[in-house]
């Protein structure tokens, strides 16, 4: 069983940061590209951001296209999403989850593309 668990969530006025962490199995984690996905209340989950295996491919939605950087450290089986300038649209429950492939494919990441998530962590956006 692999187990996906994300961190880092919380309260924050448009405008601000947050820093959401996500840590996987071991040879799960290192061998696989990982990615973001959000649901907003009544709204269907959307892809966020891809990473691939080497960190050498890596996908984002448009709108959050330079306020959202991905990163990974293999290391330490961690994923990262620094989300800047955050927008109230912003607000969902974000979820990380684990590539059927190394290597991102597509403009964003997309359900099927994925395997394993995590539980998710809420991050809202006051205006």
């Known amino acids: 069983q692999v187990q996906v668990v994300e961190s880092g969530g919380g309260l924050v006025q448009a405008g601000g940061s947050l820093k959401l962490s996500c840590t996987a199995s071991?040879?799960?984690?290192?061998?696989?590209?990982m990615g973001w996905f959000r649901q907003a209340p009544g709204k269907e989950r959307e892809g966020v951001s891809c990473?691939?295996?080497?960190?050498?491919?890596?996908s984002y939605a448009e709108d959050v296209k330079g306020r959202f950087t991905i990163s990974r450290d293999n290391a330490k089986n961690i994923l990262y999403l620094e989300m800047n300038s955050l927008k109230p649209e912003d607000t969902a429950m974000y979820y990380c989850?684990?590539?059927?492939?190394?290597?991102?494919?597509?403009?964003?990441?997309?359900?099927?593309?994925?395997?394993?998530w995590g539980q998710g962590t809420q991050v809202t956006v006051s205006s």
């Open positions: 989850a684990v590539g059927r492939w190394s290597v991102c494919s597509g403009p964003r990441p997309v359900d099927d593309d994925f395997n394993y």
């Open positions: 071991e040879y799960t984690f290192k061998t696989y590209a």
């Open positions: 990473i691939g295996q080497s960190s050498i491919t890596s």
